[in-house]
């Protein structure tokens, strides 16, 4: 059905150590084609959400204890994070985590580690990043712990690229990179969500770039959702304004 929603949070529940509650009831939907916002401030639960989706919060000791994910329709909890990449759902984690001592073309390669369709399928997607990320191209022999802030940050998008995801996980892309930069790298999101159809479930505390960038939003407050909407009534919503865009 290709109607169906491509990503289904229904009223989760997180927990970290078996104690601390940081997720209280989220529910989110991401539309197939869809570039879809998660806002909120330092510690709301932005990165939580997309790790539970991911499967990455058993490796820091979180649970989801209620509710559940749905990728393509199926329940999802039970897979491993790579198993979740070969069915087309990757994240993209803060922090850019590039393999420093590689060069940037070797860590696009690992990227495609997953997949078992033969080498000249995956030389043509490394050619479609390089077409994306001209820069990476330019970069490809230098190690990616020599490169820039902004070029560390593409190198961790073409690598998530290289495993053909339907469904990118892109956790605050625009995080400590220059506003020219950051809006470079939004227009790469919006040209790879039309010209290949990828998904995107992205975190953001940068309100105002994502608003301009995102389909729908949801602005998360210790845990729980507190206003969703398309991304345009969103950024005309006068609380949106006030807390989260600057401009009260
Ligand atoms: P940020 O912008 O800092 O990534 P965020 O909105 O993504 O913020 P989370 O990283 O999801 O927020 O954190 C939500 C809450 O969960 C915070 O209070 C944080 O301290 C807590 N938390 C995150 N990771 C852990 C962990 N491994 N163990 C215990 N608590 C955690």
Known sequence: DDTAPILRINNIEVIYNHVVLVLKGVSLT???????????????????????????????????????????????????????????????????????????????????????????????DLEMVYTYFPRLKERRKSLAGYTSGGEQQMCAIGRALMSRPSTILLDEPSMGLAPQLVEEIFEIVKSLNSNEGVSFLLAEQNTNIALKYATYGYILESGRIVLDGRADELRENEDVKEFYLGVG
């Open 30 to 124: 991401v539309p197939r084609g869809g570039i879809v916002a998660i806002l909120g401030a330092n510690g709301a639960g932005k990165t939580t959400t997309l790790k539970a989706v991911s499967n990455l919060l058993k490796a820091e000791r979180g649970e989801v204890t209620k509710g559940n994910i749905q990728f393509e329709g199926n329940e999802i909890q039970e897979l491993s994070p790579s198993d979740l990449v070969k069915r087309g759902c990757i994240q993209v984690m803060e922090g850019r985590h590039c393999f420093g001592h590689l060069t940037i073309e070797e860590n696009l390669m690992t990227g495609a580690y997953t997949r078992s369709d033969g080498r000249a399928r995956i030389q043509d």
